[in-house]
């Protein structure tokens, strides 16, 4: 089956710098990345997501990046700020099954 | 926005006990899922729920588990005999339908055996 990979486990930033969350996966056949948020005590929640189609999506601050021929695929998170930090999950999925395999988690902390 | 909502958020039980974690997807949703996550570990995938049946399961959901959907509201998932293993937070999901692969969580409902 499917394994993802997500690194780094922790990833401490100062506001306004960038951050980047790398992720590979194993099955040549999954087509959906999708990225969730995971604020302290709350859910998890999608904020972006990308299909093998395209090599990057852009969402204001937020960005995905793919590569399909290396199987990774990463998060850019530019101009931080302290409401960014959370737990970002990666995740990939095979067209048709619809059941995302997780990465570990990254925990981004943001300092003021 | 409609969300998926979860209870207990915390639930504690001895050893051996049957525990029901309960789900209420968001109502016109089809597709219903089940996740846990130890402390520290990845999101593991356990089951997934379509038209009152089982569509996909993972090899952790073995016997001592089960999924039912009792009425049109709520996606239970039952522990017959919990170990000290099945301590995680327990994560369940919904989705659309077919073409709509975004999953929505639920908050979660943190189990603890003891």
């Known amino acids: 089956g499917e394994n993802v990979e997500q690194h780094p486990s922790t990833l401490s930033v100062q506001e306004g710098d960038s951050a980047v969350i790398k992720c590979t996966y194993s099955?040549?056949?999954?087509?959906?990345f999708p990225w969730y948020k995971q604020e302290l005590g709350k859910r998890p929640q999608l904020i972006i997501d990308?299909?093998?189609?395209?090599g990057e999506k852009k969402d204001q601050r937020i960005a995905v990046t793919l590569n399909k021929t290396a199987k990774h695929f990463s998060l850019h998170i530019t101009e931080t700020q302290p409401e960014d930090s959370a737990v970002y999950f990666c995740?990939?999925?095979?067209?048709?099954?619809?059941?995302?395999?997780f990465g570990r988690g990254t925990s981004l902390i943001v300092h003021p | 926005e409609p969300e998926v909502t979860q209870t207990p958020s915390h639930q504690v039980t001895q050893m051996g006990q049957e525990v029901i974690l309960r789900c209420v997807p968001i109502?016109?949703?089809?597709?219903f899922y089940w996740y846990r996550q130890i402390l520290g570990q990845k999101v593991e995938f356990l089951v997934s729920?379509?038209?009152?049946?089982?569509?996909?399961k993972s090899e952790i959901f073995d016997d001592q588990f089960s999924v039912e959907r009792p009425d049109g509201s709520n996606f239970t998932l039952k522990i017959r005999s919990t170990k000290l293993e099945d301590s995680a937070m327990y994560f369940c999901?919904?989705?659309?339908?077919?073409?709509?692969?975004?999953?929505?969580f639920g908050s979660g409902t943190q189990l603890s055996v003891l």
């Open positions: 995740a990939a999925s095979r067209g048709g099954s619809y059941i995302p395999t």
């Open positions: 109502s016109n949703h089809l597709y």
């Open positions: 729920f379509y038209n009152n049946e089982i569509s996909e």
């Open positions: 990308i299909r093998s189609n395209v």
């Open positions: 999901a919904s989705r659309p339908g077919q073409a709509n692969e975004k999953l929505f």
């Open positions: 099955d040549s056949a999954s087509n959906y």
